[in-house]
Structures are given as C-alpha cells and as structure tokens.
C-alpha cells in the first residue's frame, strides 16, 4: 500500500521560511516523479514544484526563486523549501508520486497546512 506523509506546514509570518517533507513507502521512490502541489481556499489545486527520478527539478512561475524541491532517495523522502513566504502562499501543500510513462500510478498525500498571515 502506498503512502505519502507530508510534515512540517504550520502558521508563519510574512518573510519567514518552512520546509516541507514528504515521506513515501510503498513505492520504489527513486523512479518516480515527484511534485508538491497548494491549493488555496476557494481555489483549484495547482503544481508548485516537481523533480525528476533524473533531478530535473521544475516550478511555477510565481514561485521562482522562492521555493526549492529536492530529494533524498537513500530516506524516500522529498523536500520543499519555502522562504521568504507570503499571505498568498497559504494554502493546503500536497505531495504527489507519479510513475511517468505508466497510467495508474500517481498517488497523493493528505496535504498539510502553510498559513502565512501577520
């Protein structure tokens, strides 16, 4: 059975950083692609980062330079870095595992909070 545990959202203020984790069983991690996606309330869900089995890592325009994934495979675990965050960063961050080339084999986490408010 597969699981993907995301941690580490909480209520911060404005210009202060969090990193998420998200930790995967159940799959053989190293293949498979991984992506952090938020959704805000009232708001469709959208992709925030992802990053390869290859390390090629992408992101959303409006978090350039802002936000950082990363993996480590040796712990199963992806990683994103989120810094100088802002009111309209809140939202639910769900994590994401997604075998390219192969239907059926994309699975999501249970998401975890980020609330960024003075």
């Known amino acids: 059975q597969v699981h993907l545990v995301e941690s580490g959202g909480g209520l911060v203020q404005p210009g202060e950083s969090l990193r998420l984790s998200c930790a995967a069983s159940?799959?053989?991690?190293?293949?498979?692609?991984m992506g952090w996606y938020r959704q805000a309330p009232g708001k469709q869900r959208e992709l925030v980062a992802t990053?390869?089995?290859?390390?090629?890592?992408t992101y959303q325009d409006s978090v350039k330079g802002q936000f950082t994934i990363s993996r480590d495979n040796a712990r199963n675990t992806v990683y994103l870095q989120m810094s100088s965050l802002k009111p309209e960063d809140t939202a639910v961050y769900f994590c994401?595992?997604?075998?390219?080339?192969?239907?059926?084999?994309?699975?999501w986490g249970q998401g975890t909070q980020v609330t960024v408010s003075s």
């Open positions: 994401n595992a997604e075998l390219m080339g192969f239907s059926g084999y994309n699975y």
């Open positions: 990053i390869s089995r290859d390390f090629v890592t």
């Open positions: 159940g799959i053989t991690f190293s293949t498979y692609t």
